[in-house]
């Protein structure tokens, strides 16, 4: 997972995951599932390709990005939006399955 610090740094070509996240407890347990959840994705016999961002929390990235809750992930395919998800009490297997989802619409 690859840290960036502006909403400008997402591609827009591509399968991309952004995780929106605060250096809170719930967001870094949220940020340990991602993790996994990558690996998941990627060590498959049919990896997935992603892209996969963090990015904190701010007045720029809430604006920008339109996050009204937290933690968030935003699912993007070639620049348009495909899947959101919000909250830290989801597994890293539906975590996975949400990611997978929003880079196959």
Not at 42 to 55: A, V
């Amino acid at each position: 997972m690859v840290e960036i610090t502006s909403p400008n740094e997402i591609p827009k070509e591509g399968k991309v995951a952004v995780f929106v996240t605060f250096n809170t407890s719930p967001c870094k347990k949220f940020l340990n599932y991602s993790r996994q959840s990558i690996g998941i994705l990627e060590n498959e016999k049919n990896p997935q390709g992603g892209t996969y961002l963090n990015i904190l929390n701010n007045a720029e990235v809430k604006e920008a990005l339109g996050i009204t809750a937290m933690p968030a992930c935003i699912v993007y395919v070639n620049g348009e939006e495909k899947r959101r998800f919000t909250g830290h009490f989801w597994s890293q297997f539906e975590i996975a399955g949400f990611i997978a989802e929003g880079f196959n619409k």
